[in-house]
T-cell receptor
Framework: ETGVTQTPRHLVMGMTNKKSLKCEQH?????MYWYKQSAKKPLELMFV???????ENNSVPSRFSPECPNSSHLFLHLHTLQPEDSALYLCASSPALRTSTDTQYFGPGTRLTVL | GQQVMQIPQYQHVQEGEDFTTYCNSS?????IQWYKQRPGGHPVFLIQLVKSGEVKKQKRLTFQFGEAKKNSSLHITATQTTDVGTYFC???????????FGQGTTLQVKP
């Protein structure tokens, strides 16, 4: 248990559905991240938040919409996804985003399947 | 942009054999981190190397950071079935604090 939780752990959705992924960290960290992990691909950084402010949007399609209401919670809102968006979505946190890199702590991930 | 490459992509070994994965960055890294992801699991931090030429050991695992701080390696001595998983290296582009992950090396160990 790393102190980062994600819900749901598994999600199956149709292309017209709207759903949200939730991440919560209990580590007192101030930076939170969303990654996408597809089969046979490296971890793809999607979004970065530092002290609730988005600092990175890695050319992610607008059908993915992040939200960070406070330093402990991070959401990823999904709408009109495509089958190729099926992947493991990982949330991570670190003490803060700064020039010297802190270790990142990952949640267990949400396995998303888009039909 | 910065790229972090790992080789090999896959490695199958007999239990008891040694294993090494190599990580190469297109740019100098301020530090390098290694993570392990078990099958069905999530990446878990193993170690961070900061100094040029640094070597760190964790039991049967030996981590090395190159003199030029552009490459790193992870060596496992006498693999065990518990070593199965994907090993990722990750390093930050200069002055950003975020991590760029390599594509990982997946290790299979035959008992």
């Amino acid at each position: 248990e790393t102190g980062v939780t994600q819900t749901p752990r598994h999600l199956v959705m149709g292309m017209t559905n709207k759903k949200s992924l939730k991440c919560e960290q209990h580590l007192g960290h101030n930076a939170m991240y969303w990654y996408k992990q597809s089969a046979k691909k490296p971890l793809e950084l999607m979004f970065v938040y530092n002290f609730k402010e988005q600092t990175e949007n890695n050319s992610v399609p607008s059908r993915f919409s992040p939200e960070c209401p406070n330093s402990s919670h991070l959401f990823l809102h999904l709408h009109t996804l495509q089958p190729e968006d099926s992947a493991l979505y990982l949330c991570a946190s670190s003490p803060a985003l700064r020039t010297s890199t802190d270790t990142q702590y990952f949640g267990p991930g949400t396995r998303l399947t888009v039909l | 942009g910065q790229q972090v490459m790992q080789i090999p992509q896959y490695q199958h070994v007999q239990e008891g054999e040694d294993f090494t994965t190599y990580c190469n960055s297109s740019t100098t890294l301020s530090n390098i981190q290694w993570y392990k992801q078990r099958p069905g699991g999530h990446p878990v931090f193993l170690i961070q190397l900061v100094k040029s030429g640094e070597v760190k050991k964790q039991k049967r695992l030996t981590f090395q950071f190159g003199e030029a701080k552009k490459n790193s390696s992870l060596h496992i001595t006498a693999t065990q079935t518990t070593d199965v998983g994907t090993y990722f290296c990750a390093g930050p582009p200069s002055n950003t604090g975020k991590l760029i992950f390599g594509q990982g090396t997946t290790l299979q160990v035959k008992p």
